[in-house]
């Protein structure tokens, strides 16, 4: 197997001229390098084409509703399981204000099934701060509370006291 390969110059004072590179590889190391791509796009452990998700278990959510934390997941018990939406759920999961460490995880359970496995770390989510506002002779005062897991629900609720001076 040969193959040649053009390039180009890049200069522009000088007219484009053209080269070409002619580069030999015997045929049985084209076989061993072919061999060796398709034994990275399959390694053991990794997510086969036909792994069936037979159930999500939810674990370390002490507030969270299970519901609120499966809504936010890009797959459902049933689906064919992609690597793709695991990472894109974990990071759906990472950008709510109420969970801190989030990892997804598959486990085969029988040959072309799988459980995936959901680990999140509830955040305390709710907040107390205090305003002031004006000057030395007129001062006004205030405090905002905010939750951002109302109830659990995934809600933000804001409470702001002020007293106008």
Known sequence: VSSVINHASDCHDRPARSRATKIDIPTGACRWIA???A???CLPGTLGAADVI???DV???TRTHREVILRELLFEPGDTLASAALTESERNLRRLLF???VNIYSKPVAPGSVAVAVLVEDLYARTLSPLFSGDDEEVSYGAVAVDYNLLGRGRT???TAFDDA
Do not use: D, Q
Request: glycine content about 28%.
């Open 157 to 159: 609720a804001r409470l």
């Open 59 to 61: 674990r370390g959510n």
């Open 39 to 41: 034994g990275l796009l």
């Open 54 to 56: 037979t159930g999500i």
């Open 35 to 37: 061999a060796g791509f």
């Open 99 to 101: 969970l801190g460490h």
